[in-house]
């Protein structure tokens, strides 16, 4: 212990400092000190470690919409590849279909292979049909008119598989009333094969 005299006015003042009050002292500066450094350091990683975290969730976004992306794309890629095989084969017969009275760029392409009797619509260019109308392949057999189905103009621009056709002497387009089809009227004609 050490003694530190006072002088006050009217005596002498015996005051007895501990040097372990000193010690606390720099100790409890230390403990606050350090109390600091380490709410501070903690705020500083707590930042990080939340600015982490949001890189994350954006990056998993980002991976989910990539993913996304390849899906559709592996899609259009097998959708292509099974059209080249289509219009590739060596048996496939192409058959244009035009407007017959020339008045029109109205345009359709058969894909036809006459071996498996797979019919095959690539429509090119067709206005959307008014309101209860729609759309009808036909193919002449033996001068007989007969029903391939009903197709849609799609812009997708994906080829339609038609009813299977074994022999056909000409295709034909046309526009009929919604529903089942009487049969094939010369009006009703917007596009002819060449055949």
Not at 75 to 95: G, K, M, P, T
Not at 159 to 164: A, E, T, Y
Request: overall charge neutral.
């Amino acid at each position: 212990m050490a003694e530190e005299i006072n002088k006050n006015g009217n005596g002498n003042v015996k005051v007895i400092v501990s040097r372990w009050s000193k010690a606390y002292k720099i100790l409890l500066a230390a403990c606050l000190f350090s109390m600091i450094i380490g709410t501070c350091t903690s705020i500083f990683f707590f930042m990080k470690w939340y600015q982490a975290q949001q890189d994350y969730v954006s990056m998993r976004s980002e991976n989910s919409k990539a993913k996304q992306d390849i899906e559709i794309l592996t899609l259009d890629y097998q959708s292509i590849f099974n059209e080249q095989a289509i219009i590739r084969d060596i048996n496939c017969q192409v058959v244009n279909l035009k407007d017959p009275k020339g008045e029109s760029t109205n345009y359709a392409r058969i894909y036809w292979n006459r071996f498996s009797g797979e019919v095959f619509l690539d429509v090119i260019f067709l206005p959307v049909p008014q309101a209860g109308k729609e759309f009808h392949l036909w193919y002449y057999d033996m001068g007989k008119a007969i029903d391939a189905g009903k197709f849609r103009v799609n812009f997708d621009k994906q080829l339609q598989r038609m009813m299977s056709v074994v022999v056909a002497d000409r295709w034909v387009v046309s526009l009929e009333p919604e529903g089942e089809s009487a049969g094939l009227t010369e009006e009703s004609i917007i596009l002819r094969s060449a055949l």
